[in-house]
């Protein structure tokens, strides 16, 4: 009877010591899978918004009109642009 509980204790512990490389090697590849589902998630809310972003660039000049006077620093002929900085720093030197 000890020596049949000994033998199955045994054959559990190297069960246990095959099976373990293979069972966080499953766990691991679980994980990387998660986060790799996550960045695809991230990637296609990014892609929806440059895909609004573009229609609205494509077919609505006054979004066009304020990114050109946004991003680019683009103005009308005539205008006069003022920049208001903080007291403590300097103009950019042109």
Same mark, same amino acid.
């Given at each position: 009877?000890?020596?049949?509980?000994? @033998? %199955?204790?045994?054959?559990?512990? &190297? &069960?246990? !010591?095959? @099976?373990?490389?293979?069972?966080?090697?499953?766990?691991?590849?679980?994980?990387?899978?998660?986060?790799?589902?996550?960045? &695809?998630?991230? %990637?296609?809310?990014?892609?929806?918004?440059?895909?609004?972003?573009?229609?609205?660039?494509?077919?609505?000049?006054?979004?066009?009109?304020? !990114?050109?006077?946004?991003?680019?620093? %683009?103005?009308?002929?005539?205008?006069?642009?003022?920049? &208001?900085?903080?007291?403590?720093?300097?103009?950019?030197?042109?």
């Amino acid at each position: 009877m000890l020596k049949n509980a000994f @033998f %199955l204790f045994i054959g559990t512990i &190297i &069960i246990f !010591v095959l @099976f373990l490389p293979s069972y966080t090697e499953l766990q691991d590849l679980k994980q990387k899978n998660w986060d790799y589902d996550r960045e &695809i998630q991230r %990637l296609k809310d990014q892609n929806r918004k440059l895909v609004e972003e573009k229609r609205r660039l494509e077919e609505d000049p006054l979004y066009l009109e304020k !990114v050109a006077r946004e991003k680019m620093g %683009l103005i009308k002929e005539g205008e006069v642009i003022y920049k &208001i900085l903080p007291a403590n720093q300097e103009a950019p030197r042109e």
